[in-house]
């Protein structure tokens, strides 16, 4: 004799095998909100796995990217949020372009997920993930004129990774510096009112 089962409970119980944990239940509602989960789950699922074999790359603190100590030599140009910037632009005090090709420094240990030109008004873009007392945080760095580290490799806090550009003389040169607590958006486009997966990055670090 065959059993039929309404589909969504058999969608649930397909879903917690393949989990090891069993739910019960026959809303459509809480099939999505599951399937959700275990999405989010598995994205994480690589990083998870990528810090446990090389622990001494979890981020233990933060600092900034340019003017080692302290930013000294550059100031913040234009402030998270203001003009609803993503981010915070650091520029040599000089000006100009005085600050062209100088050290961008990675803020924070942590694993490079992206290096390369992507054009536009990005320019050389790299994107760093950071595993930080159990949550995750990526670190975006702009406009830089040559890229110094390579996409699957581990990075230590302070280690060159890049120098500051100016996007093929799109801008004065100059980094835009952005932290995400959502380590999956896609590059955006460095302005929104919508702020939602940012996070101010001269507040973090120096709160971290």
């Known amino acids: ?29 809480d099939v999505n909100d ?11 699922t690589k990083y998870d796995s990528l810090f446990k074999k090389h622990k001494e790359f979890i981020a233990k603190d933060f600092d900034f990217p340019v ?8 100031y ?9 910037h993503l981010g915070d632009d650091w520029n040599g005090v000089g000006g100009g372009n005085s600050d062209l090709g100088d050290a961008i ?5 942590g694993y490079v997920s992206f290096a390369d030109d992507i054009g536009g008004g990005w320019g050389n873009v790299i994107r760093i ?3 930080y007392k159990g949550n995750y945080y990526e670190s975006v760095y702009a406009h830089c004129q040559t890229i110094k580290v390579k996409e699957g490799h581990f990075i230590k806090k302070g280690e060159l990774i890049a120098t500051i550009g100016n ?7 100059h980094l835009h510096l952005e ?3 959502d380590i999956f958006m896609d590059i955006g486009g460095g302005y929104s009112e919508d702020v939602k997966g940012y996070i101010d990055p001269t507040k973090f670090i120096k709160e971290n």
Do not use: W
Not at 5 to 20: A, D, N, V, Y
Not at 67 to 74: A, D, F, L, M, R
Not at 76 to 84: G, H, I, L, Y
Not at 105 to 109: D, R, V, Y
């Open 1 to 29: 004799m065959k059993i039929y089962l309404p589909i969504t409970l058999t969608l649930l119980l397909f879903l917690s095998c393949k989990k090891e944990f069993i739910v019960v239940s026959n809303d459509v509602s």
């Open 34 to 44: 599951l399937k959700t989960k275990i999405q989010v789950q598995n994205k994480y």
């Open 67 to 74: 003017g080692k100590p302290n930013t000294k030599g550059y």
């Open 76 to 84: 913040n140009a234009q402030k998270f949020t203001e003009n609803n």
């Open 105 to 109: 420094f990675s803020i924070a240990n």
């Open 129 to 131: 993930i950071h595993q």
């Open 167 to 173: 996007a093929d003389g799109i801008y004065y040169a």
């Open 179 to 181: 932290i995400r607590d």
